[in-house]
């Protein structure tokens, strides 16, 4: 059955037909932008721009909303710090004498929603209970947070809330946050 195949003619380059040059030259040339083009080009850049922006705008809202409703004390020598944070270098406790979560787990640290702030003390439920924010609780009923200039250089948000148990027994709790 192989016998009846027959075998191709060997091919050399020189046998290889010849395409017309100019013709090549003709489609490597680039093509001229036309107008459709060039305003869809526009039209894509500029939707491109207008939608990263909406990034931007989307953060600087949440921040305007969160100043709104929170207040926090920046001052780090005056307001609820004068007494106790004159040198700023209080050992060991980044956020004064009050009572800190340590852990971070009274700290709201996910995406902000739910009437929770990334870097407040949060309202939710927790690993060992419940966390409440404590609004207008931190000097003079005015302000829920203060700053806190802290020995190793960071400056801390500090605000207030409550740690409740599941039985019920709640203390008074501090997130600290750098800022």
Same mark, same amino acid.
Request: glycine share 10%.
């Given at each position: ?37 060039? !305003? $869809? *080009?526009?039209?894509? &850049?500029?939707? #491109?721009? =207008? ?9 600087? %809202? ?55 702030? !990334? $870097? *407040?003390?949060?309202? &939710?439920?927790? #690993?060992? =209970? ?9 000097? %003079? ?39």
């Amino acid at each position: 059955m192989t016998d009846d195949i027959p075998t191709p003619a060997p091919v050399s380059f020189a046998d290889l037909p010849v395409s017309d040059p100019g013709h090549l030259r003709k489609r490597l040339r680039p093509r001229p932008t036309t107008r459709r083009a060039f !305003v $869809g *080009w526009a039209l894509g &850049a500029g939707t #491109a721009v =207008g939608l990263g922006s909406l990034a931007l705008v989307n953060r600087a %809202a949440d921040r305007a909303q969160a100043a709104a409703y929170w207040q926090d004390w920046t001052g780090t020598s005056t307001g609820p710090c004068a007494d106790y944070a004159r040198d700023h270098t209080e050992t060991g406790i980044q956020c004064g004498v009050s009572q800190m979560c340590l852990t971070l787990s009274c700290c709201w640290k996910y995406r902000n929603g739910a009437g929770n702030r !990334v $870097g *407040w003390h949060k309202s &939710a439920p927790g #690993a060992a =209970g419940y966390y409440l924010h404590r609004p207008d609780d931190c000097w %003079a009923g005015t302000y829920d947070s203060w700053h806190w200039k802290f020995s190793d250089g960071n400056t801390y948000r500090c605000s207030d809330g409550w740690t409740c148990s599941a039985d019920g027994a709640c203390f008074k709790s501090i997130c600290p946050w750098v800022v």
